[in-house]
């Protein structure tokens, strides 16, 4: 499996912008897509945005699109999630996940993926 270290989280006032990164170490990178999910206090774990091996296909959950992107940097292993327009309901702990799978496979689903990180916190106040 791939080990992967999230950082980028921090404190930030509604309307404001972060970039996560999740860096990839173990595998070759290019041969995993990648996802972002986060979980906030007292809520289930919950999908936010995934890309395919490839970079090619991208996929976001309703309540992020158009203020999150998901890109990926397969030379410096890294996967990120910049987040435009942050609003108080973004708080929450943010995961980067893994999943052996060259192409344009792309997932939604918590269990389709076999490595994860240790999470970085993100605050938005209002």
């Known amino acids: 499996q791939v080990q992967l270290v999230e950082s980028g989280g921090g404190l930030v006032q509604a309307g404001g912008s972060l970039r996560l990164s999740c860096a990839a170490s173990g595998r070759t990178f290019s041969n995993y897509a990648m996802g972002w999910f986060r979980q906030a206090p007292g809520k289930e774990r919950e999908f936010v945005a995934a890309i395919s091996a490839s970079g090619g296909n991208t996929y976001y959950a309703a309540s992020v699109k158009g203020r999150f992107t998901i890109p990926r940097d397969n030379a410096k292993n890294t996967v990120y999630l910049q987040m435009n327009s942050l609003k108080p309901e973004d708080t929450a702990v943010y995961y980067c996940?893994?999943?052996?799978?060259?192409?344009?496979?792309?997932?939604?689903?918590?269990?389709?993926?076999?490595?994860w990180g240790q999470g970085t916190q993100v605050t938005v106040s209002s």
């Open positions: 996940a893994a999943r052996q799978n060259r192409g344009t496979w792309w997932s939604n689903v918590i269990g389709a993926y076999d490595s």
